[in-house]
């Protein structure tokens, strides 16, 4: 059980007692007859071999409220996209998936850039943007859900408590992030417990008090990759294109929802997904990786709120952050002991010296160029610079969602070279 504390600026709605999921999906099933949902999953070809993925899927199968299901697609050739939709077909929602390194989306993707739109790198912000792209484009769905597809754990009472907050219009939410714990017989989420909390307490201390720290410290998972959103806000919302995705989307809705819109639900009693190394001597990979574009990500944010920071500022807070790390490791071995989990000093305290590499890395390349890779641009801002995109986005995506290999002549097989896809 959970307890039922109220801290900080965002409204936290608890697990508490017995589950009663029966009864939130038979209210979802009421609510979404007038307030459909679309769940989006962005996914790697890779993940379809998986057993974490194949669960979502047979879960999925009992799922009677979502109007429709989008993948987006990465990093599938030809004949692999063919096996994806194989893979997907077993859902009985409607169910399409944006093929993101398919000719269609290629020409679109094209387009933006001829446009001068930005669209970042591929990866998984801008898989997720086409996906809401997509949704909005249809227009049949006013709630996105979204949730990654490497959860060992999944059941159905994470994506009912993710969407409940928002399908239900009687409680008045726009955004809902989920979060929970994540312990085995140990704690994981080292890049939550012991980078992005002590740096933000610690951006605190050093460039002083602001609302947008104050609000993301108010989160109890910020990095989790599940929310779900009105339609609304899927229009409006810039995407960041790396791995700063949720401390971006976070800021976005800080800037472009009130606050008594904003809630985040607690979805599970424990939650297990594919664990990333740290990447100790490689700050293009891992967890490190990870850090720096969360780090740059949360630095460009401040800055376009107007705060200062720097090279001096941003040195003392390297010192401020370890200090602070330090003082995490041991309230955390602590919370441990008291639960007899495992833990190990040793590599939370390598995890931290990692960490303060990454942020060194990302302080560096922050000075040198403070506004970095833009965002990618907004739907709003697309569909005015192109006015007929969202009728060459459906069009591309039913067209592959068509497509019929066996029908094929000699010269479209040789269009469709089943060789692995460009990923500049």
């Known amino acids: 059980m959970s307890d039922f504390h109220q801290n900080g600026l965002v409204t936290v709605l608890h697990r508490l007692g017995a589950s009663n999921l029966e009864q939130l999906e038979k209210e979802l099933e009421r609510h979404a007859a007038s307030n459909p949902i679309a769940l989006v999953l962005p996914s790697l070809y890779s993940e379809l071999e998986n057993p974490a993925l194949k669960h979502i899927v047979q879960v999925l199968k009992d799922i009677r409220y979502v109007n429709e299901i989008v993948i987006s697609l990465d990093r599938a050739s030809a004949l692999e996209f063919r096996l994806a939709k194989q893979f997907f077909s077993v859902l009985p929602q409607r169910v399409r998936i944006v093929w993101n390194d398919g000719a269609g989306i290629q020409d679109i993707l094209k387009l933006l850039a001829n446009t001068e739109i930005d669209t970042g790198l591929q990866g998984k912000g801008r898989g997720c943007w086409m996906a809401f792209g997509y949704v909005l484009a249809r ?105 700063g995705l949720e401390v971006g989307v976070l800021s976005e809705i800080y800037r472009n929802c009130a606050l008594r819109r904003i809630c985040q639900a607690d979805i599970a009693d424990a939650y297990e997904h594919k664990h990333q190394s740290l990447s100790a001597d490689n700050a293009e990979q891992g967890l490190q990786k990870m850090c720096v574009d969360i780090t740059k990500s949360l630095f460009r944010n401040l800055a376009s709120e107007g705060v200062v920071l720097s090279e001096a500022v941003l040195k003392t807070l390297r010192a401020t952050y370890l200090q602070t790390a330090q003082e995490a490791i041991t309230r955390y071995q602590n919370d441990a002991a008291i639960n007899s989990l495992q833990f190990d000093r040793h590599e939370e305290r390598m995890a931290v010296e990692v960490f303060l590499k990454g942020m060194k890395v990302a302080t560096e390349t922050f000075l040198e160029d403070p506004l970095g890779v833009p965002m990618i641009s907004n739907w709003s801002r697309v569909t005015g610079a192109i006015p007929d995109i969202f009728e060459r986005l459906i069009d591309a995506v039913d067209r592959d969602h068509e497509w019929d290999p066996t029908s094929e002549t000699a010269s479209d097989k040789q269009a469709r070279v089943e060789a692995p896809p460009n990923h500049d």
């Open 139 to 243: 227009g049949q769905s006013n709630v996105i859900a979204l949730h990654d597809c490497d959860i060992l754990s999944y059941n159905r009472e994470y994506l009912a408590r993710l969407c409940y907050p928002i399908v239900n219009t009687n409680l008045g939410y726009e955004f809902c992030k989920g979060y929970y714990s994540r312990v085995t017989n140990r704690l994981h989420g080292r890049v939550t417990r012991l980078y992005l909390t002590p740096l933000i307490r610690s951006l605190q201390q050093v460039a002083g008090s602001h609302p947008l720290l104050t609000f993301l410290d108010s989160f109890r998972y910020p990095l989790a990759g599940e929310f779900a959103m009105v339609r609304d806000l899927a229009w409006i919302n810039r995407v960041p294109g790396d791995w």
